[in-house]
């Protein structure tokens, strides 16, 4: 086995390892941008696995499935959003109720469609691109959801830094009082936020369930929405880094499980803590008031904004 | 005065004999307590097929089961539960469990208590589990007859020595039937993550491999072997439907026929506790139908070694065996005993992989 075509191929499968995350993580960054925390990023991965994979068997369209998927996971975070934005519920238990939710509720209604394949989307080599040396195979020898996840980065940092709705996000996130003087729709930024998450976080399940293996097993998350919550910090709350830091938890996956595969006795426990060591060590240095204004926490995080208290 | 007590002796013996009647009617309840979902489509699921087949095969039995019960606190307040709800008999089916239930056991000594893969036993507590290291030595014969590389890739969960002592039965069968091959072993550390196994598999299909065996939860190895075109062998329950055309064979469990052996047992007041290791031939363990790629003459030869274990003309850790570093582990004509089994923590040579401490 010559080395370079397996470094390749192992990058490649850093970027398939990451999509999963990427998608949850860009979600979760945009209600957490708006200043509300959804700890449910689990629960509603696992209803967009389910839902997508269901679709999908019935109707033997994957394009159709991710559709269902995405609204399956906006519906779970219209709760989160009405519990936390307009009764004003605290933002952890309300998230932490979703993980539970959306874990009970996916693993009983699959309960029949367990053991049962479906096609979901198979991988697609992108024309042109795909020959590319180096790029082609790292980035465009993937299926079609993967690629869905390209334009997603750039978009999210223009318009969060670049265009008037993104200037509000980032303002009802910061200083929700301002932003409401000011005439912004305090309400009704952080539920598109909110909604925007629980969408993208159901494409995210669904890349489980119709791109990485065409099944639905309960609980088949295994944490990669937890994950996604530490790259969001990991990433101090911007596009282009949280986007990296998936890329790099999908790469030290990928590379620990070829080394162990060509018999390297590497302690892939230890690198497997990288990208959380790291994720807490930002925490750490976020506490210091000074330091979470540059990385760019948004200030108003977690905090349920009520006019005129 | 005299007739309204007579009444009431009628309706006090009515009464009781109503209850009697009543009683005899009364369903015996097994409960089952499990670690994972019944969704898992692996562990837990196999014990829950093996569950719903004993509610089918015997009509007078009620079960009740409790899945994704952690070990520990969790789960000696589900058992105890169970047994102050009058489950006559309770099955724990995870190795963690092994001394909660001896806990509990010591309270309830009405209740008959089995606890799946552990070794603690007391008077109403016996250990039961299938010689599943049979069943993949003999997957291990297709594996290294079916690859053309003499690179088999292997897709491990939890180093633990039942784990350690499957992959090298199944190894062994794969060196019996081709001595040039090597099994690539990759750890995903849990029991429990489609989405790792098939990275996992993914790599070893990197590196070269042409055929991909498993023995997590999930038949997603199986998948992504199937979706590049190599075979794969799968493990727990039949992976042929993830694989119409690569599915060379599973190594499955049964559990149903033990269910319904032990339940009956019970009931007849035969029962008594001991440690049940049922071998290949006998229920538990078995090997799921081949794939279509799979030539007659390997099933033969797989046929002819399963009946060479089943007659005890043939055990799987027969010596010699030697490990990674060439060194003789089980000498020339010994067999490996039980406790060997239940402790291994080496490798067999062909094996390239790590155990991590």
Redesign the interface.
């Known amino acids: 086995m010559e080395l370079w075509p397996l470094i390749l191929l192992t990058l490649a499968a850093a970027v398939r390892a990451g999509t999963p995350i990427l998608f949850a993580a860009l979600g979760e960054l945009m209600a957490e941008r708006s200043g509300v925390l959804n700890l449910g990023v689990e629960g509603m991965m696992l209803v967009g696995a389910l839902v997508g994979f269901m679709t999908t068997q019935k109707t033997g369209e994957p394009w159709l499935g991710l559709l269902a998927a995405g609204l399956a996971g906006t519906m779970v975070s219209l709760i989160h959003a009405f519990l936390t934005i307009t009764l004003r519920a605290n933002q952890v238990v309300s998230g932490l109720a979703l993980t539970i939710f959306g874990t009970g509720v996916s693993g009983f209604l699959g309960k029949p469609y367990i053991g049962v394949p479906a096609e979901g989307f198979p991988p697609t080599r992108v024309s042109v691109f795909g020959d590319l040396p180096l790029v082609g195979t790292i980035f465009f020898q993937h299926d079609p959801m993967v690629y869905l996840t390209y334009p997603l980065i750039p978009l999210f940092w223009f318009l969060l830094y670049r265009t008037r709705p993104g200037l509000n996000v980032r303002a009802v996130g910061e200083s929700p009082e301002s932003a409401d003087a000011m005439g912004v729709g305090v309400a009704l930024t952080r539920y598109l936020c909110v909604l925007a998450g629980g969408l993208l976080a159901g494409l995210g399940g669904a890349y489980l369930s119709l791109a990485y293996t065409h099944m639905w097993i309960e609980n088949m998350t295994a944490g990669r929405g937890w994950i996604a919550l530490a790259i969001v910090i990991f990433g101090t709350w911007d596009p282009v880094r949280v986007a990296l830091g998936a890329y790099l938890f999908g790469g030290v996956q990928a590379l620990q499980l070829r080394l162990q595969a060509l018999g390297v006795g590497l302690p892939t426990y230890l690198l497997m803590m990288t990208p959380y060591v790291f994720t807490v060590l930002v925490l750490v240095v976020a506490t210091r008031e000074t330091v979470r204004r540059r990385i760019g926490a948004p200030a108003a995080l977690g905090i349920p904004y009520a006019r005129g208290e | 005065m005299k007739g309204k007590w007579l009444a009431t002796v009628i309706a006090g013996l009515l009464a009781l004999g109503l209850g009697v009647t009543a009683r005899s009617q009364e369903p015996m309840k097994v409960g089952f307590v499990y670690v994972g ?5 692996g562990w837990t ?1 196999a014990h829950d097929q093996g569950r719903k087949s004993l509610e089918k095969a015997l009509p007078g039995v009620k079960t009740t089961y409790v899945e994704s019960v952690a070990e520990g606190a969790d789960a000696e307040r589900v058992i105890t539960e169970l047994a102050r709800t009058g489950h006559k008999v309770i099955f724990t089916t995870s190795y963690g469990y092994m001394d909660t239930t001896i806990k509990v056991a010591e309270q309830f000594s009405n209740v008959v208590f089995l606890h799946c893969s552990g070794y603690k036993r007391r008077e109403n507590v016996g250990t039961y589990f299938g010689r599943m290291y049979q069943a993949s030595y003999l997957s291990g014969l297709v594996a290294g007859k079916m690859t053309r590389k003499n690179l088999i ?1 292997y897709v491990a969960p939890i180093p633990i020595p039942e784990v350690i002592r499957i992959t090298n039965a199944f190894a062994l069968g794969a060196r019996e039937t081709n001595p040039q091959v090597k099994v ?7 029991w ?5 196994e ?3 598999a ?3 299909l ?4 042409d055929v991909i065996a498993t023995q997590s939860d ?3 190895p199986v ?2 072997a199937e ?1 590049r075109g190599a075979y794969g062998v799968g493990y727990n ?1 039949d992976a042929s ?2 694989a119409p055309k690569g599915h060379l064979v599973s190594a499955v469990w049964d559990w149903g026929p033990y269910y319904v052996e032990t339940i009956k047992a019970v009931k007849a007041g035969t029962w008594k506790s001991e440690d049940v290791w049922w071998p290949i031939g006998t229920g538990i363990v078995g090997l799921a139908p081949y794939g279509p790629a799979v030539p007659s003459s390997v099933k033969t030869l797989v046929e002819k070694r399963k009946e060479d274990l089943i007659q005890g003309r043939f055990d799987v850790f027969w010596g010699p065996i030697k490990d990674q570093s060439g060194k003789i582990r089980i000498a020339r004509g010994q067999k490996a005993t039980d406790e060997e089994l239940l402790q291994m923590n080496w490798f067999v040579e062909g094996i ?3 155990i ?1 401490k």
């Open positions: 979902p019944v969704g898992d489509y699921y890739g690539h072993v990759v750890w995903t550390n849990a429990y993550d489609p989405a790792t098939t990275e996992a993914n790599g070893l990197d590196i070269g491999a999930s038949p997603a998948q992504a979706k329950s439907k993830f390239v992989g790590t991590p």
